[in-house]
């Protein structure tokens, strides 16, 4: 089976020349507890790149949609997958999805993406055609990958995992605020409603579901900040890869 998706990426860092293996550093989680930014700004600070899975998942959400299939039919055909055209460029904390030449960064944040992300990511011929192009990322440059299942099933070989969590109450309160942020008009009690649904979707899904890799840190960063998060992942990355990374 072929599908036209691609990776790219401007150009090679000089630590990319020099590092001989890959490194892959993997943080999953559950929705809003803050995978993104995190992920974005320990990518930032490692001088890796960001594979962002979750919006990944989106794009697929995105495409399916705008052919008229709807979350929850089964199965989903496969010419509709089939004629998926996804472009990513990576890039140092962040990342760039295109569908064809749209860049659709931006449109795959909206609410209804993401809860058609987390409907059509339970198919197995769904994860099918993005397993591969997350993992050849890895071959050819050091990651920072977040999702789901980036350290259990993805990347099980990664050298560093992290696994966040935070209350259910401050995740939706979070996830409220960056929804005031970009304008919409959130209410509370739905948002918390939401994610709840999400959490057991992600969670009890036969196909790769969500949990923590026995081998990867557990961070509870419900009364964490961001910094703090952050200081913790990198002195358990220079302990685990025996570096230190300059400061910023
Ligand atoms: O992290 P996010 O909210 O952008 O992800 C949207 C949905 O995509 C999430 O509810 C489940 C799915 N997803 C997944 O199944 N596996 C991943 N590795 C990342 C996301």
């Given at each position: 089976m072929s599908y036209n998706n691609e990776i790219s990426r401007p150009e090679l860092t000089t630590l990319e020349a020099e590092v001989p293996h890959r490194i892959v550093v993997t943080v999953d989680g559950p929705a809003g507890v803050g995978k993104t930014t995190t992920a974005g700004s320990l990518a930032a600070r490692l001088g890796f790149l960001l594979l962002d899975s979750g919006a990944l998942y989106r794009v697929v959400a995105l495409h399916l949609m705008r052919n008229a299939i709807l979350p929850g039919s089964t199965p989903v055909p496969d010419s509709t997958l089939k004629s998926l055209d996804l472009r990513m460029e990576l890039e140092v904390g962040s990342m760039r999805i295109y569908l064809g030449s749209e860049d659709v960064t931006g449109v795959i944040r909206e609410e209804r993406i993401g809860e058609a992300a987390s409907v059509f990511s339970c198919r197995t011929e769904v994860r099918r055609v993005l397993l591969e192009l997350q993992r050849s990322a890895s071959s050819k440059w050091n990651l920072v990958a977040e999702g789901r299942d980036m350290g259990t099933v993805v990347f099980p070989h990664a050298q560093v995992k992290f696994f966040l969590t935070a209350d259910l109450e401050e995740r939706s309160r979070r996830r409220y605020f960056e929804l005031l942020d970009r304008g919409e008009h959130p209410e509370l009690a739905i948002v918390k409603e939401e994610m709840l649904s999400r959490d057991n979707r992600d969670e009890f899904?036969?196909?790769?579901?969500l949990f923590k890799a026995s081998d990867a840190v557990c961070i509870d960063t419900t009364h964490l900040g961001p910094e703090q998060v952050l200081r913790c992942m990198m002195n358990n990355i220079e302990e685990k890869l025996q570096v230190k990374f300059s400061n910023p």
């Amino acid at each position: 089976m072929s599908y036209n998706n691609e990776i790219s990426r401007p150009e090679l860092t000089t630590l990319e020349a020099e590092v001989p293996h890959r490194i892959v550093v993997t943080v999953d989680g559950p929705a809003g507890v803050g995978k993104t930014t995190t992920a974005g700004s320990l990518a930032a600070r490692l001088g890796f790149l960001l594979l962002d899975s979750g919006a990944l998942y989106r794009v697929v959400a995105l495409h399916l949609m705008r052919n008229a299939i709807l979350p929850g039919s089964t199965p989903v055909p496969d010419s509709t997958l089939k004629s998926l055209d996804l472009r990513m460029e990576l890039e140092v904390g962040s990342m760039r999805i295109y569908l064809g030449s749209e860049d659709v960064t931006g449109v795959i944040r909206e609410e209804r993406i993401g809860e058609a992300a987390s409907v059509f990511s339970c198919r197995t011929e769904v994860r099918r055609v993005l397993l591969e192009l997350q993992r050849s990322a890895s071959s050819k440059w050091n990651l920072v990958a977040e999702g789901r299942d980036m350290g259990t099933v993805v990347f099980p070989h990664a050298q560093v995992k992290f696994f966040l969590t935070a209350d259910l109450e401050e995740r939706s309160r979070r996830r409220y605020f960056e929804l005031l942020d970009r304008g919409e008009h959130p209410e509370l009690a739905i948002v918390k409603e939401e994610m709840l649904s999400r959490d057991n979707r992600d969670e009890f899904r036969s196909e790769a579901p969500l949990f923590k890799a026995s081998d990867a840190v557990c961070i509870d960063t419900t009364h964490l900040g961001p910094e703090q998060v952050l200081r913790c992942m990198m002195n358990n990355i220079e302990e685990k890869l025996q570096v230190k990374f300059s400061n910023p």
